[in-house]
């Protein structure tokens, strides 16, 4: 419908919605946002809160967990004499060995002695059939008798023609030639001699004797076999008392050792076994090779043990602990007691309140001297008697309560074990001179900081508790 006259588009809308108010929409947004906001911030809250207790927890086990006695194994320190020794490694050989050849050639009788026994220098042990030899004896003593029968006729001979020479009857030919024909027949008689004492050297040689104390090996050659002289190997004989240990030596160590050598003339050396922890046998050094060996920068020394119980073995393979010096009164921990940190070498000392009936872990800070293997020398540090933690430091702080035990003490660790003469700057001027050695340092052991708490650590070691 439309009014004559007035254009359509001028008219007004029937039924239009009306759009709503800016500042109502404005208001929507921000109400939006403050909900939101107030529940990031609910949500932020109730995070803090559960750190919170969650810190809250774990301090609480913190405390429990220090105040639980952790249990540990401790030792006391030891005031005790020690020797300071060089180590190398040495190989046992026999101080004699000798390889038994015939020196005659035949058939080998049985034989007089037992595979591995004890023979004394000058005992009979093989014997080569003698017959032949025997014969040959027998033969040259004949030919010494044939020669001196000749020899006597000889001299009656020239008796006779000298007579007949001085009274004028023979001449002075005849004379010279029977006495040419005496020395001859001397010379003869000589001869056979010579001859029989080869032969009876020759008869002698066919009974094979030690020629040295010692222990015989296993039969190279059975009875019934022709033996070719000179060349058949029969039988080894070692000896074993006293037997010798070859051993080598840094080129670095040779003025010390010449130097305490020359000076002492015999120094002491013990043989450890394999492991480094038994002692085996004890002896003394006889010398040094006269030469250094340029492939591997070591030289080789001799060292002579009694042996008497025969504990030493011929190419048998021994730790040779060579002393330098012995030490009256050395302080002695075990090396597991020694721990390394920022702060340097320290051990975890346990301190007994006889009052409150408590034993608490306390950090001490050590000085070495000399470490080897099982024991470890201090110079500072300690007071003897003092128990040290030897087993269960990783779980100790300072001031930890602790239950402990005394820890067993190993075999080779006592109170003949010695200490190497090595590493430490601190020890190159003690008590026996320059003695260096470059290859020691006590054995490092991963610890925390003192006095850092762990809460996670505690909590690990209270769940494995519980466990």
Known sequence: MSIEGTPESH????????PPPAHKRSWVRILVYLVLVAALGFIVWRIYQNQQAAKSQAASQAAALYSRPVPVQVTAAEQKPMPIFLTGIGTVTPYMSVTVKARVSGELEPVKFTEGQQVRQGETIMIIDPRPYKAALDQAKGNLLHDEALLKDAQAEYARYKALYEAGVTSKETLDADEATQGQYQGAIAADKAAIETAQLQLDWCSIQSPINGRIGLRLV???????ANTTNLVIINQFQPIAVYFTLPEEQLPQVLHKLDAEKRLPVDAYDEGNQVKIASGYLLTADNQIDTTTGTYKLKAVFDNHDQSLFPNQFVNIHLVMEDRPNALVVPSA????????????????????????SRLQPVKIALAEGQVTILESGLQPGQNVVVDGADRLRPGQIVTATTARQRSGQGAGQGASHQASGQASGQAGGPFTAPNAAPRPVAQPDAGAASGKGNAQHDKREKQ
């Open 11 to 18: 008219l007004p809308a029937v039924n239009a919605p009306e």
């Open 222 to 228: 059975d009875p019934g076999n022709i033996i070719t």
């Open 337 to 360: 007691a020694i721990q390394s940190g920022t702060q340097g070498s320290y051990v975890w000392v346990v301190d007994t309140d006889n009052v409150k009936k408590i034993s608490t």
